[in-house]
């Protein structure tokens, strides 16, 4: 069975310019994650998708952050311009939903790492 | 928000040993898990534990949520063990995780 995959696996972009990140989660998985994890840090949320709808945005900064969920399947997060500090690792996971919330087995992917300059 | 807290921040064994990972959190939770980030940084879920005690193969698990805190145990330690070990917890089942900052662990030949 094929894992999560993302892509670009890295990324590096001046400062104001749009970068898109893309995730394929586990087949028949139906909630889907997108953390950002900084240097030395653990990750942190920024949306959580149940089949096509952001059921937990809050975490987003939704002035230059944007996801989407297209067909409930491959989701896209988007920053718009990006700004030096956005620089991390950006990891989709997902889980089968079957579980309760948060506590359903995440799996997660190989994390896109954005480097901005 | 919640605080998590995790000790020791580094540590290094020698192949072979055990170790004991600690995790601190600052209020009631009900929901619980440990992962392992390994040097590439591939993250994988160890552990829902919310309450108790869970063993698998070499590793094992124990909450004790009334004194808010949880232990991972490693036993026999491979070099495949190193990379982080991170803490991860909610106050409910339908709030959103809050990772710890992890415990780094070395292990050598």
């Known amino acids: 069975e094929a894992g999560v995959v993302q892509s670009p696996r890295y990324k590096i972009i001046e400062k104001k310019q749009p970068v898109a990140f893309w995730c394929n989660p586990i087949?028949?998985?139906?909630?889907l994650y997108w953390y950002l994890q900084n240097l030395g840090q653990g990750p942190e949320l920024l949306i959580r998708?149940?089949?096509?709808?952001?059921?937990?945005d809050s975490q987003l900064p939704k002035d230059r952050f944007s996801a989407e969920r297209l067909k409930g399947v491959d989701s896209t997060l988007k920053i718009q311009p990006a700004e030096l500090g956005d620089s991390a690792v950006y990891l989709c996971?997902?889980?089968?939903?079957?579980?309760?919330?948060?506590?359903?087995?995440?799996?997660f992917g190989p994390g896109t790492r954005l480097t901005v300059l | 928000g919640i605080q998590v807290e995790q000790s020791p921040p580094d540590l290094i064994l020698q192949e072979g040993a055990n170790s004991t990972l600690r995790c601190n959190f600052s209020d009631s939770v009900n929901n619980l898990q440990w992962f392992h980030q390994n040097p590439w940084g591939q993250l994988i879920n160890l552990f829902y534990i919310p309450s108790g005690t869970k063993q698998n193969g070499r590793l094992s698990a124990t909450t004790v949520a009334t004194e808010r805190y949880s232990l991972l145990y490693i036993s026999s330690s491979q070099t495949t063990d190193s990379g982080v070990y991170f803490c991860?917890?909610?106050?409910?089942?339908?709030?959103?995780?809050?990772f710890g900052t992890g415990t780094r662990l070395q292990v050598t030949l």
């Open positions: 087949s028949g998985h139906n909630t």
């Open positions: 998708y149940e089949n096509e709808e952001a059921v937990d």
């Open positions: 996971a997902s889980s089968s939903g079957r579980g309760l919330g948060y506590t359903d087995t995440q799996y």
């Open positions: 991860a917890v909610a106050p409910g089942t339908a709030s959103k995780l809050t």
